[in-house]
């Protein structure tokens, strides 16, 4: 996790990289732009000093020049743009003193709320909107990282949600046991207890647990017959038998390992219905009961949609396929056979 925070704020840096400074105006365009605007000025300053120098013609009943008229103009927008700018500069600050190098006054036209001439302002402007999109390329990011911390965080509850119920599951079973076995009960405490072991092990899976069904599979000789089951249909608890090989059931026999089938495909020979009816399965996994690397069982969990189980359900649904060994080993003692098959002291 700390790993995936790190890697993100180096993520925020990129970004800001990226996106808070503006790519500034080519010098072509710059140069296009200052050449346009002259032209326009000069067409402007031709059209109306003719008009303004025929007004004056008139009046003054001599000629009066373009030219003289563009001086007149040009004197008079020099005085007034000098007069602006040292008005202007007294109000930017109470240091700025009036009068000449030799009579400075004391500056009484300080204005605190005067911000100087367009260029400052733009370059304020300039920095706004840099932090604007600094903050902005900021809060994406942050909203990107809040959703994974979220989808992280759900994933978290996700697991100690599942690890609480397994602590829960795991004391009603034993409390269970320890009461069943201390009855001496004579017809089926056995079974009693893998049927409650089955029906605790579907709730402990981290997705959807309606969609779950269970099948507990024992070798009787050459054959691998469900002996438990949860959501499965008699017909297909008394006719789904296996060899060693045959189906996922013996696949998993055969292998000796656990697997998760997660997407199952049409052509795979493992999932033969056998001619018998059963609902559609989506995923499904398989634990061997193994006791002294002899298999004595298979435990088989289906969904009836794709991707059903993950890796922390195989880890956490070990612990039930134990119990269902431990029982089934009780129950051949108590029964007086033999647990590997044959006699006794045989473990063929």
């Given at each position: ?144 990282i809040n959703l994974e911390l979220q989808e992280i965080l759900e994933q978290f509850y996700s697991k100690v949600r599942v690890l609480l119920r397994h602590n829960e599951n795991s004391n009603r ?160 003692i108590i029964n007086k056979e033999s647990v590997w098959g044959g006699n006794q002291d045989d473990r063929s």
């Open positions: 996790m700390e790993n995936e925070l790190k890697q993100q704020d180096e993520g925020v840096v990129e970004i800001n990289q990226e996106d808070k400074y503006e790519k500034p105006l080519g010098w072509f365009m710059k140069s296009l732009c200052y050449g346009v605007a002259l032209g326009l000025v000069l067409a402007i300053l031709y059209g109306f000093s003719g008009i303004f120098a025929d007004i004056l013609t008139n009046i003054f009943k001599h000629e009066v020049s373009r030219m003289k008229v563009i001086t007149g103009l040009s004197i008079i927008f020099f005085i007034f743009k000098l007069t602006i700018n040292l008005g202007n500069h007294w109000r930017s600050a109470p240091q700025n003193e009036i009068g000449t190098a030799v009579t400075n006054f004391p500056n009484p036209f300080y204005d605190p709320s005067y911000k100087e001439g367009p260029i400052m302002l733009q370059r304020q402007y300039k920095d706004l909107h840099t932090e604007y999109k600094t903050n902005k390329a900021l809060l994406k990011q942050s909203q990107k079973l034993l409390k269970s046991l320890n009461y069943l076995y201390s009855q001496s009960e004579e017809n089926g405490y056995i079974k009693r207890l893998l049927r409650a072991t089955l029906n605790e092990c579907i709730t402990i899976l981290e997705k959807d647990q309606s969609d779950k069904s269970i099948s507990l599979f024992k070798v009787q000789g050459e054959d691998l017959k469900i002996i438990e089951s949860v959501r499965i249909n008699a017909e297909s608890v008394d006719k789904r038998i296996f060899k060693k090989g045959e189906g996922f059931a013996g696949y998993v026999w055969e292998n000796e390992k656990s697997e998760i089938v997660n997407v199952i495909e049409e052509d795979d020979e493992r999932f033969d219905d056998q001619g018998v009816a059963a609902t559609p399965i989506g995923s499904i996994m398989g634990i061997p009961l193994t006791v002294d690397e002899q298999i004595i069982g298979v435990l088989c969990l289906q969904s009836e949609t794709i991707e059903g189980f993950s890796e922390a359900d195989l880890r956490t649904v070990e612990f039930y396929a134990r119990l269902c060994t431990f029982l089934i080993l009780h129950d051949k």
